[in-house]
């Protein structure tokens, strides 16, 4: 079973970056796309990036320009590099498959960001 430990969250102020970073094990890292998910309070959990097993990359458009998702296969670990960052990203971020089904499976305990204005 995939076991996800997500971490590099924190509290920073609008514009400011962070790096997020994703552990995986239990399973084979490089032959799956994963992806980096987030839920704000009151919020339904959502698709943020994304990354195939050949490299592919897609965002969701309120984050295209500012997020950067990549994948060390070496490490079995996932990235988000996000940038410029908007109040409105303030969220617990998770990783997970890339097209899991929101709201089965397994998770980690995500990390928080909390982006102040």
């Known amino acids: 079973q995939v076991q996800l430990v997500e971490s590099g969250g924190g509290l920073v102020q609008a514009g400011g970056s962070l790096r997020l970073s994703c552990k995986v094990s239990?399973?084979?890292?490089?032959?799956?796309?994963w992806a980096w998910y987030r839920q704000a309070p009151g919020m339904q959990r959502e698709l943020v990036a994304g990354?195939?097993?050949?490299?592919?990359?897609n965002y969701r458009d309120s984050v295209k320009g500012r997020f950067t998702i990549s994948r060390d296969n070496a490490k079995n670990t996932v990235y988000l590099q996000m940038n410029s960052l908007k109040p409105e990203d303030t969220a617990v971020y998770y990783c997970?498959?890339?097209?899991?089904?929101?709201?089965?499976?397994?998770w980690g305990q995500g990390t928080q960001v909390t982006v102040s204005s």
């Open positions: 997970n498959y890339l097209g899991v089904t929101i709201g089965s499976g397994s």
């Open positions: 239990g399973v084979i890292f490089n032959i799956n796309g």
């Open positions: 990354i195939a097993n050949f490299g592919f990359t």
